[in-house]
Nanobody, 124 residues
Framework: QVQLVESGGGLVQAGGSLRLSCAASGLTVTSYTMGWFRQAPGKDREFVSTIGRSASNAYYADSVKGRFTISRDNAKNTVYLQMNSLKPEDTAVYYC?????????????????WGQGTQVTVSS
């Protein structure tokens, strides 16, 4: 049984930082493309970042490029999202997801497994 468990969300002031974690069980993160998505109230779920089977293959949405960094700890089977210089518009529920495809994909519907999400709130 696959489980993705996110943690690390919370309330932070604009300009602050948070690190989200996604602990995986039932799958090996090096065998999947692992992604982070977010969904703000009233909006569609949107792509944030993804890391391929090669850790050097990372991709970011333009809105977070230069501020967010995705990484992976293979020994812990965990994926991270370091978020710096947070803005109020980053406020959303953040989800971790796993895609069995080898290629990098950014459409949420293509991902096979999802976590329950963690709330990130950035105050101005």
């Amino acid at each position: 049984q696959v489980q993705l468990v996110e943690s690390g969300g919370g309330l932070v002031q604009a300009g602050g930082s948070l690190r989200l974690s996604c602990a995986a069980s039932g799958l090996t993160v090096t065998s999947y493309t692992m992604g982070w998505f977010r969904q703000a109230p009233g909006k569609d779920r949107e792509f944030v970042s993804t890391i391929g089977r090669s850790a050097s293959n990372a991709y970011y949405a333009d809105s977070v490029k230069g501020r967010f960094t995705i990484s992976r700890d293979n020994a812990k089977n965990t994926v991270y999202l370091q978020m710096n210089s947070l803005k109020p518009e980053d406020t959303a529920v953040y989800y971790c997801a796993a895609d069995l495809a080898v290629v990098i994909r950014t459409r949420p519907a293509l991902y096979d497994y999802w976590g329950q999400g963690t709330q990130v709130t950035v105050s101005s």
